[in-house]
């Protein structure tokens, strides 16, 4: 799975890390467009139930999971998928694509502006005042880390949360703009930048203010969702 920022600079596309999404992700939206669903609560017998088939799929703005029952597919929400598996193992490990997700897909970043811009460290957004005080998850309150021992910020194009503290996300993130081991653990990675670095460093390069904030306004106008993180 994969997004396009769609800044005033230019684009920047992000893998996202739905670890748990299968390959068949690449296709997920097509199928949805093109089959019957059932929307029915398959049997609850967890003989039936192959947990590494759910799919995550966006459709009406409204994130759903492809669920394959004993050969039937289903299509769920996320509380649905864990009822049936009698398992809280899908809420753990996809709550914070679940939420950036979700948001992107109901237009809650149009016309945000990255609020804080440090050179050599990262460019921070998502926050609709603007202010980096502001924002929310799609629960409407914070929600908790999820730090992957495997996930490090090692990289310049690292994509992350914010936050103001443990277990205290929302709906900004920001990008880093080189290594930063020193937040390894404390904030949640879900994602990286896989094209646009140019467009990166053009962000890098924009003079700030009080605040760290850019003197000249970064927007992210859109953002586009794609079910392949290869997709054109």
């Not at 804080?116 to 799609?138: A, E």
């Not at 996300?169 to 904030?187: E, M, T, V």
């Not at 760290?212 to 586009?224: C, G, Q, S, W, Y």
């Amino acid at each position: 799975m994969s997004v396009t920022l769609h800044t005033n600079l230019g684009d920047i596309k992000c893998e996202i890390f739905c670890d748990e999404v299968p390959r068949t992700a690449e296709w997920s939206m097509k199928w949805v467009e093109n089959h019957e669903v059932s929307s029915s609560n398959p049997s609850r017998d967890k003989s039936t139930y192959d947990i590494s088939s759910y799919v995550l799929a966006l459709v009406d703005k409204v994130t759903w999971y492809l669920v394959l029952v004993g050969g039937d597919m289903y299509l769920m929400e996320l509380d649905e998928v864990c009822e049936v598996t009698g398992s809280s193992r899908g809420n753990n490990l996809l709550q914070k694509c679940k939420n950036f997700l979700a948001l992107c897909s109901s237009d809650y970043y149009d016309g945000t502006i990255f609020h804080r811009n440090i050179k050599g460290f990262m460019i921070q957004g998502g926050d609709p005042t603007g202010t980096g005080k502001g924002g929310t998850s799609i629960w409407g309150k914070k929600f908790n880390d999820e730090i992957r021992e495997s996930l490090k910020h090692n990289a310049r194009g690292m994509l992350s949360m914010a936050n103001s503290g443990p277990n205290t996300n929302g709906s900004q993130f920001f990008i880093s703009y080189a290594k930063q081991p020193h937040l390894n653990g404390l904030y949640t990675i879900f994602g990286k930048v896989i094209h646009g670095f140019e467009v990166l460093d053009l962000m890098e390069k924009t003079p700030t203010g009080p605040g760290d904030k850019p003197l000249a306004e970064i927007r992210l106008n859109r953002v586009t969702i794609h079910a392949n993180p290869l997709a054109g």
